[in-house]
């Protein structure tokens, strides 16, 4: 249950664990409207500028964090460095697991969505986009990287939203949540998929609203919570 605002401040001399969660700034692959998932794609120009100003937007805060998780993607690491640069906390813990990487996109992976709308119709595509349950057209052959071969991980050949969140809950679980309950902030910079996988989870947003959630490219959302984690307060940052 959210409380009002005016409730909320009136709560400010508790001591409150603060969730600062953000996408990556826009890349390549955004740009230029292509299914990317695990694929390792730069930032472009206005990713990078992205980065910088949210950046910028959360030092206004003044949340000092205790740690900061991303994936084994540069294009969520090089936003990490630059958000940490910004807020000077460089110094703090960074900590990468592959269960923040987007969601593997499967056989979709590589093309681009308007081509893909064309051939399939604009019904399929958001379907295989925005759904929670359902599974893309699946890869052929499963890659290999050895920055996943030393961890033991097999790369999917896809996932749909719910498999991506299967894989990101246990980080969650172990690695977030018991942080935030000893009342250290934590900040996470990942991708579109997996954020919104963690946000179904933490506001229990059913399977029929999820296809509605957007993140938004390097837009931080913040989440203050009660000793149970729960949410108490919840904001989309900006610079006013």
């Known amino acids: 249950m959210f409380f009002s ?7 400010e001399d508790e001591i409150v664990p603060t969730l600062v969660i953000m996408r990556h700034g826009e890349s ?3 740009r230029d409207n292509i299914f990317t998932g695990w694929s390792d794609v730069a930032l472009t120009e206005k990713g990078i500028s992205q980065a910088h100003q949210a950046g910028k937007i959360i030092s206004k805060s003044d949340i000092q964090f205790n740690d900061v998780h991303t994936s084994f993607l540069k294009r969520a690491i090089i936003t990490t460095n630059i958000v940490l640069n910004e807020i000077n906390q460089n110094f703090i813990p960074e900590h990468k697991s592959w269960r923040l990487n987007e969601r593997h996109y499967g ?5 681009n969505k308007l081509a893909v709308k ?3 119709g604009a019904k399929q595509l ?3 986009r925005r759904s929670f349950s359902v599974v893309p057209p699946l890869l052929k052959n499963r890659d290999e990287d050895p920055r996943y071969d030393r961890y033991g991980v097999k790369i999917p050949l896809g996932e749909s ?4 969140q299967e894989r990101l809950i246990p980080y969650w679980v172990d690695q977030v949540a018991p942080r ?3 009342g250290k902030n934590q900040l996470i910079v990942a991708h579109g998929s997996t954020l919104r996988a963690l946000i179904k989870y933490l506001e229990d947003i059913s399977d029929e609203e999820i296809p509605n959630v957007e993140v938004p490219n390097g837009k931080p959302i913040r989440y203050d919570f009660d ?11 900006t610079d006013k």
Do not use: C, P, S
Request: overall charge positive; proline content about 0%.
């Open 118 to 120: 064309a051939k399939v």
């Open 227 to 237: 000793d149970h984690l729960n949410i108490v307060h919840k904001q989309f940052m």
């Open 180 to 182: 935030l309950l000893d």
């Open 5 to 11: 605002t005016l409730e909320y401040f009136a709560k």
């Open 161 to 164: 939203l719910q498999m991506a």
């Open 28 to 30: 390549q692959a955004n």
């Open 126 to 128: 958001k379907v295989w």
């Open 107 to 111: 056989g979709l992976r590589g093309k």
